[in-house]
């Protein structure tokens, strides 16, 4: 699921053609927390408990990772409300959430941060090591992502 904005007629063939569905913030100046709200509030209408998030300017990860965050959530104890890939002490993105913190998130105001919720909730908090540096890779410039395709080419001629 991708949460758009005035960009919807740009991203729409774009999204459906990849199997994916969309869904509109109304108003995303209030930023990217309103998003993120917008985009939890889709998942819960659809009848689920738990959402993988990531960030636009992220890269994609491993299937690995995604199977590793999968494993740890589903094994998690009770009062873990939440998965958060690290890798070489920073944390990252994708992670996963379940129902208690996509709650939490709604709960608070649209001019809210992830971050800050998350501290909150810290001890409902797992972070799980990944052997994947992508998780923390943001990809702000044009430099960024031209690191990261030189990144990759050297990934691939290994």
Not at 68 to 76: D, K
């Amino acid at each position: 699921m991708i949460v758009v904005g005035k960009n919807e007629a740009a991203l729409a063939p774009i999204i459906y053609a990849d199997g994916a569905s969309l869904v509109v913030n109304p108003d995303p100046s209030l930023g990217q927390f309103s998003s993120l709200q917008v985009g939890l509030r889709e998942v819960l209408n659809h009848g689920r408990d738990a959402a993988m998030v990531t960030l636009v300017d992220r890269p994609p990860v491993s299937s690995a990772t995604i199977h590793t965050l999968r494993e740890a959530f589903a094994t998690a104890e009770q009062n873990i409300w939440a998965v958060i890939p690290e890798f070489s002490g920073k944390h990252g993105h994708p992670y996963l959430i379940g129902r208690e913190m996509i709650e939490a998130f709604l709960r608070v105001p649209a001019t809210s941060t992830a971050r800050d919720v998350e501290h909150g909730h810290q001890k409902h908090i797992q972070y799980v090591a990944v052997d994947d540096p992508l998780v923390a890779v943001n990809i702000n410039t044009p430099e960024d992502y031209a690191g990261l395709v030189t990144r990759s080419r050297g990934i691939s001629d290994c």
